[in-house]
């Protein structure tokens, strides 16, 4: 039996340092020859500890050719006040009122609706309030967009804060890594191997009209992937690439919204599927949990470095993937932890599904 789980971990192991490798990085930083005109777009909702940190970062931008379009989604703070003061007399930057929400619309699908409706670019740019980009990212991902690409997207670097935020956040790469036959996903226009991370999104304008838009997945809680989806049936390729090296998140600031925010995505990420909830989370434990108390137990038996075989390859997995992604060198450690908080979330998910409580976000709920 020990055998065995050896034989599967390091079948794990190879696929998912083969599928980090066919992940494909950013192409370097060159001049081009044309400067389409770019469209950034942010989404705000009661961010006011963001705006003096993304309008600065948005200003460092060695790009020329760009405009930003921010569209204050009813913030109950200082957002709009700090954006003005932020941005200053700078002309490339655009502030816009969001209008009231319409029925069976998720706040922020409709805000990036309202935002692709302003905008004048040959791309869109859609990044969350809480992103901070490399300086020379418009440059290097226009040059990502080969023939036939319509989306380019990618899973920031994550820096995190807070305890829940360690566990939860960088299991986001993980997921992607392990679960997404990535060099299909990049070479194939089959919607069901997709991933995609909303915080930077940049669409071919052509791309983004054909498929009409966020209008196409007005009440998704997930929009991101389902968007990455109906470009692909459009006839559209999408690249999801490693932008950890040009692209930050600094997603939650306490435990509590991090709790809420993985509620609110996880259990519609899986279709809100209760089979498809109960046979990963049983394979979670399985695979990744269940070589843990074997390495517990071998501790107390009469050959302990056998028994911690199968562990220290799970650990191995969750290793390559933090370098790759550029996550804290000591964070593949807590992944037991992390593979626990993960199973419970989902769980409080499908609660909150099946209790008719819904998802709540920003002082709004979804059901």
């Not at 969350?128 to 990212?137: G, K, P």
Request: contains cysteine.
């Amino acid at each position: 039996m020990l055998a065995l789980f050896i034989v599967i971990q390091l079948a794990f192991l190879v696929w998912v340092l083969f599928n980090s490798f066919c992940l494909p990085k950013l192409p370097s930083y060159s001049r081009r020859s044309s400067s389409p005109l770019i469209s950034v777009l942010i989404p705000m909702r009661n961010e006011e500890r963001n705006v003096a940190k993304v309008i600065n970062n948005l200003k460092a931008l060695t790009y020329q050719n760009f405009e930003v379009i921010i569209l204050d989604d009813h913030s109950e703070d200082d957002t709009k006040q700090l954006l003005q003061q932020a941005i200053g007399s700078d002309n490339r930057f655009k502030v816009i009122d969001g209008k009231p929400l319409p029925q069976r619309w998720v706040g922020k699908v409709f805000a990036c609706h309202q935002l692709a409706l302003e905008a004048n670019g040959d791309y869109f740019l859609f990044l969350d309030a809480d992103v901070s980009i490399h300086e020379n990212t418009l440059e290097r991902t226009l040059r990502a967009f080969h023939l036939g690409t319509g989306l380019i997207t990618g899973f920031p670097k994550y820096p995190v804060k807070n305890f829940f935020s360690h566990l939860l956040v960088p299991m986001q790469h993980f997921i992607v890594h392990f679960h997404l036959p990535i060099f299909i996903a990049n070479n194939t226009k089959r919607p069901a191997f997709t991933a995609a991370h909303g915080a930077f999104m940049m669409f071919k304008r052509d791309a983004y009209e054909a498929i009409k838009g966020h209008y196409s997945v007005k009440n998704s809680l997930v929009e991101d992937i389902h968007i990455a989806r109906e470009v692909k049936k459009t006839g559209y390729y999408v690249r999801l690439m490693n932008i950890s090296d040009s692209v930050s998140c600094f997603m939650y600031e306490s435990n509590k919204e991090v709790w809420a925010g993985f509620s609110k995505n996880i259990f519609p990420g899986l279709g809100k599927s209760k089979a498809l909830a109960l046979l990963l989370s049983t394979f979670y434990f399985a695979i990744f949990l269940l070589p843990f108390l074997i390495f517990i137990g071998g501790l107390f038996s009469s050959s302990p470095f056998l028994s911690s075989i199968p562990f220290l390859l799970v650990l191995a997995q969750k290793c390559i993937v933090d370098i790759f992604t550029k996550q804290a060198s000591w964070n593949f450690l807590l992944f037991p932890l992390s593979v626990i908080a993960t199973i419970l979330v989902l769980f409080y998910s499908m609660f909150l599904q099946f209790s008719k409580r819904g998802f709540s976000w920003k002082g709004r709920t979804y059901s």
